[in-house]
């Protein structure tokens, strides 16, 4: 049982809680990952990386098995500590689960004739072991509902293998297929808890007296279609039937967000950026839609899910779940994160607009986005880095 009343005096809180390290390490990580997918874009400046590892799915994979798990871990990590009322890794196990994370992706750079292998070795222990810190809690607290977060874990825990085995040459088109997977498990992961947390975040959030619009169809409709998308879009060529699932998809995430809007949440600043995030998720299946059909760039939808959805999300998500879990008001956030999302939705502009509009400067609008992403990460870690080491403001423990 939690003891949340203990309070003691701290000189660094970095191993209470998964939140901590695996926010600061993300958060760090869209910095300098981002810079040097900069200088490799721009001016062929390569560092050293594994050797068959082609520098774009180097991008791909760290963003999405690199940040997206990160900032996933250190969520649910703090998550299913408050759904249980049972202690997550903390302490050592949990700084050691940070280090396995924190070698695969450094491991690349090493230069070793064995980095094929170290990284795989790491990055799949790393995905296996969240696994089974996310899974005990829940079984010992009988928490069944919860388990279908264990059963995304373990698909990524698999797209990521798969990945793997496309780049050992075992499988073909195995890095794509893994890829593509693990985005779309990353979007599954945020609807599924955006479904109660955003919902949630807006009717308790806003100043007004808001009634919500929820339809228990478009629950289980979505989760049916999202499914069929992600096999067919991922795992065959029938591009027109995926078009068709995305294009329902759109719809539907549509509907919602118009249910759940009510003009109160440009009053605060933590609501508005998970309402665009999940607008940016919606998007893309239209913009996948699109692609499918061959009438616009797939990078486009590729970037609305990845840089929009994952990215903006789990960015409102770090700002608030830290100032949370530190003991601050998320009513009173800093007021410099209206900035920080403002940098981070003009880079989205950059990424996803601009180049419909004015096709032929595609390289400068990804520089901007670029710049404008590591901007908005690297405020972020200057102005929560503080929080996330130092001990509650309150004295308790977490």
Known sequence: M???????????SLHHLGFRPFFLLGSLFAVISILIWFLQY?????LPQVNNLPTVFWHGHEMIYGYGMAIIAGFLLTAVRNWTNIQT????????????????????????????????LFDISFNALLCLAI????????????????????????????FYLGLSGQVQRGMEM???????????????????????????????????????????????????FIILQVFTQLHNWAALLALALCLLHGLRMIGWYTPGIWQKTLVW???????????????????????????????AFGFGGVGLMTLGM??????????????????????????????????????????????LWIGISQVLWILTFGIFSWVYAPMLIKPRVDGRYG
């Open 42 to 46: 721009h001016f062929n400046i390569l």
């Open 2 to 12: 939690l003891n949340i009343e203990e309070q003691k005096h701290y000189r660094t």
């Open 89 to 120: 890794l903390n302490n050592w196990p949990l700084m050691l689960l940070a280090l396995v994370w924190l070698l695969a992706r450094l491991i690349p750079f090493s230069g070793s004739s064995h980095a094929t292998s170290l990284m795989f």
């Open 135 to 162: 899974l005990y809690p829940i079984v010992k607290a009988h928490q069944w509902q919860h388990l279908s977060i264990v059963l995304i874990l373990a698909l990524l825990a698999l797209s990521n293998i798969l």
């Open 273 to 303: 950026i998970l309402y665009i995030a999940y607008g940016s998720i919606t998007l893309g299946f239209g913009l996948t839609a699109l692609a499918n059909i061959d009438y616009l760039n797939p990078m486009l939808a590729t970037h």
């Open 178 to 228: 893994g890829l593509y997977a693990g985005l779309y498990l990353l979007i599954t992961m945020i609807l599924l808890m955006g479904r109660r947390v955003i919902y949630f975040f807006i009717e308790k959030g806003v100043d007004e007296e808001v009634e919500l619009t929820n339809y228990p169809w478009l629950d289980v409709t979505s989760i049916v279609l999202l499914v069929a």
């Open 318 to 363: 770090m700002a608030r779940v830290t100032l949370g879990h530190t003991g601050r008001n998320v009513f009173d956030p800093p007021a410099i994160l209206r900035w920080i999302f403002l940098f981070a939705i003009l880079a989205l502009i950059s990424r996803i607009a601009l180049p419909i509009i004015l096709p032929a400067s595609y390289s």
